[in-house]
């Protein structure tokens, strides 16, 4: 069974381009977090989805950031025209469709750079 | 308020020490409160949780105790060993799903 499933791993961006970051969920998982870890800081939660649904997007900058779970494929985090502040490492967490407050299973994160 | 305070942000302990981090938090929605584990270029990988119907929880060699009165709760790792050495994470949850929200990490490094 494989873990969640983010990339890629390392993306480097000049700045005012766009960064895609993908995140396949465990399988039988329906539930998507997406976290931000600024360099030598904890994990800021940004977004929670669910497919087809944006469940709570408070933590998301309000310009430049976008994220979707679409019925099929991966999770995206979507940031447009990204500044040098965007460097950071995302992360996307996955839960499974019964109940709150279970597990969260982390992947490896993308390690965003712009330079 | 939705912050978990942690602390120290750095620790160091000799192979065979105990090492205790702690955390408190603020909102008494919450009612999971996992740790966090995590290695340089990985992500974090649960080690530990309780909820706040026990004081304690033990899983081999890492204990949480939980103190609901003083919204406080730790995580002790016994005869700490050089491959402990990592960032730990306390988190927290309830009111939002499973959203976490996490504490600032601590350091911790074991010496050989």
């Known amino acids: 069974n494989a873990g969640v499933m983010q990339n890629p791993r390392h993306l480097v961006r000049r700045r005012g381009q766009e960064a895609r970051l993908r995140c396949s969920p465990m399988?039988?998982?329906?539930?998507v977090y997406w976290y931000r870890q600024l360099p030598e800081e904890g994990l800021k939660f940004m977004v929670y989805?669910?497919?087809?649904?944006?469940?709570?997007e408070s933590g998301m900058p309000k310009e430049r950031f976008s994220a979707e779970f679409p019925k099929e494929g991966p999770s995206i985090l979507r940031i447009q025209q990204v500044v040098r502040g965007d460097s950071a490492a995302y992360f996307c967490?996955?839960?499974?469709?019964?109940?709150?407050?279970?597990?969260?299973?982390f992947g490896q994160g993308t390690r965003l750079t712009v330079v | 308020q939705q912050q978990v305070k942690q602390s120290p942000q750095s620790l160091i302990v000799q192979k065979g020490g105990i090492s205790i981090i702690n955390c408190a938090y603020e909102?008494?929605?919450?009612?999971?409160f996992p740790w966090y584990q995590q290695f340089p270029g990985k992500g974090p990988a649960l080690l530990i949780a309780?909820?706040?119907?026990?004081s304690e929880k033990k899983e081999g060699r890492f204990t949480i105790s939980f103190n609901k009165s003083a919204k406080q709760f730790s995580l002790h790792i016994m005869d700490s060993q050089p491959g402990d050495s990592a960032t730990y994470f306390c988190?927290?949850?309830?009111?939002?799903?499973?959203?976490?929200?996490f504490g600032e990490g601590t350091q911790l490094t074991v010496n050989p």
């Open positions: 967490a996955s839960s499974p469709l019964w109940g709150a407050r279970t597990e969260a299973f």
């Open positions: 399988k039988g998982h329906s539930h």
């Open positions: 989805l669910q497919k087809e649904n944006i469940i709570d």
């Open positions: 909102n008494t929605a919450f009612d999971y």
């Open positions: 309780i909820r706040p119907d026990v």
């Open positions: 988190a927290a949850s309830g009111d939002s799903g499973s959203r976490l929200t």
